[in-house]
Nanobody, 123 residues
Framework: QVLLVETGGGLVQAGGSLRLSCAAS????????MGWFRQAPGKEREFVAA????????YYPDRRKGRFTISRDNAKNTVFLQMDSLLPDDTAVYYC????????????????WGKGTLVTVSS
């Protein structure tokens, strides 16, 4: 079992930055790919970013490259999402997720979910 706890959400003005953290605990969590999804009110959950177990490879939807940066610290069992130049459209609940492979973040098959942290971007 893997437990994921997100922190770092809050209210920020457009153009600002936030750094989300996801603390993971459980057996062999460092061997999992980790990543983030988000869900805005009235919209489907969408993929934001993923990183492989080593932290050496990262993945983003094309439209989000450059503003968001994912990273992980396996010594601390924590994954981060640095969000810059935030837009009101980035307002959503952001969920941390763990899967065996990074492909699971696009093809389905997420093994564990956090409960989410709310990010609100004001205009």
């Amino acid at each position: 079992q893997v437990l994921l706890v997100e922190t770092g959400g809050g209210l920020v003005q457009a153009g600002g930055s936030l750094r989300l953290s996801c603390a993971a605990s459980g057996h062999t969590v460092s061997t999992y790919a980790m990543g983030w999804f988000r869900q805005a009110p009235g919209k489907e959950r969408e993929f934001v970013a993923a990183v492989d177990w080593s932290g050496g490879s990262t993945y983003y939807p094309d439209r989000r490259k450059g503003r968001f940066t994912i990273s992980r610290d396996n010594a601390k069992n924590t994954v981060f999402l640095q969000m810059d130049s935030l837009l009101p459209d980035d307002t959503a609940v952001y969920y941390c997720a763990a899967a065996r492979y990074t492909t699971n973040f696009l093809e389905g098959g997420i093994d564990y979910w956090g409960k989410g942290t709310l990010v609100t971007v004001s205009s």
